[in-house]
């Protein structure tokens, strides 16, 4: 069975930095594109950030880059995203999503399997 189990989620100042991890477990996580997707409540998904299943091809939401970097550590089957100077507008529940795929998946929909989300706030 697939899982995605997402942490590293709290409250932070503007400007502060977060780093959220995605645990995967039941599939070869080095074979397979992952991204980072965000919800703010009563908004849609906005697509954060993707990261190919080698891990040579990033990609960044315009919104985000510059400030925000993905990983993956496969020894570890673990995605991470390093969060830098937040801002209030990036206050959302983030949610790592695997692509069916190694290619890189660059929207909301396309996956076919979703963690449950960790809260990011940033406010003073």
């Known amino acids: 069975e697939v899982q995605l189990v997402e942490s590293g989620g709290d409250l932070v100042q503007p400007g502060g930095s977060l780093r959220l991890s995605c645990a995967a477990s039941g599939f070869t996580f080095s074979s397979y594109a992952m991204s980072w997707v965000r919800q703010v409540p009563g908004k849609g998904l906005e697509w954060v950030s993707a990261?190919?299943?080698?891990?040579?091809?990033?990609h960044y939401a315009d919104s985000v880059k510059g400030r925000f970097t993905i990983s993956g550590d496969n020894a570890k089957n673990t995605l991470y995203l390093q969060l830098n100077s937040l801002k209030t507008e990036d206050t959302a529940m983030y949610y790592c999503?695997?692509?069916?795929?190694?290619?890189?998946?660059?929207?909301?929909?396309?996956?076919?399997?979703w963690g449950q989300g960790t809260q990011v706030t940033v406010s003073s």
């Open positions: 990261i190919n299943s080698g891990g040579s091809s990033t």
């Open positions: 999503a695997k692509a069916p795929r190694r290619e890189v998946v660059l929207f909301t929909y396309g996956y076919n399997a």
